[in-house]
């Protein structure tokens, strides 16, 4: 799920402001609350007050309001190739295995570099995403429908150390003279 469509999500469940006056003309009254309960007029509760919730946003659009939420990567003007944008012949093109040096390559060092490597990469994530967080934190007032993208982004760190967790069992496919 992306941050926009999190927005959009919570939006929905934001109350819109109290309005005193609505609420005690749709208050039912002691005597008739089991007459008005079957009612299928909307109550006074700002939860159930029958307006139709905001329509989401596109997702492909720029969210102007809060552009630090902005997570769709289809706002590019013209198509974008997987390879190029991945730079997949960087990353794919990035090992090489010190025995290869000394003319006797060792196969699990391929497996120990790419384990390392990707260790990095997902490191390199949870610090973007603990640095997004702490921007969406440093505001004088802290909206608290930024408080739904902060939990979003919190259990996606959680994930993944889980999944670097689980990535040491890949790496006790070794043998321990490997390392």
Known sequence: ??????I???????????????ML?????NESVEKKSSMSKPSGCPFMNGSVPPKPMRSNSVNKKFP?????????SEPVVYNDYLQLDKILNAQFPEST?????????????????TYE?????IMFELD???DLLAKPVVDERRLLV????????NLIWKLLNDQITVLETMAPTDF
């Open 1 to 6: 799920m992306t941050d926009e469509e999190s």
């Open 8 to 22: 959009s999500i919570l939006n929905k469940l934001v109350p819109k402001p109290l309005d005193l006056a609505e």
């Open 25 to 29: 003309r749709n208050c039912p009254s």
């Open 68 to 76: 630090e939420w902005q997570t769709s990567i289809s706002v590019a």
């Open 101 to 117: 040096k000394y003319g006797h390559p060792a196969h699990d060092e391929h497996l120990f570099i790419i384990v390392h490597q």
């Open 121 to 125: 990469l997902w490191f390199k994530q």
């Open 132 to 134: 997004s967080i702490r």
């Open 150 to 157: 902060i939990v979003q982004r919190l259990q996606r760190i």
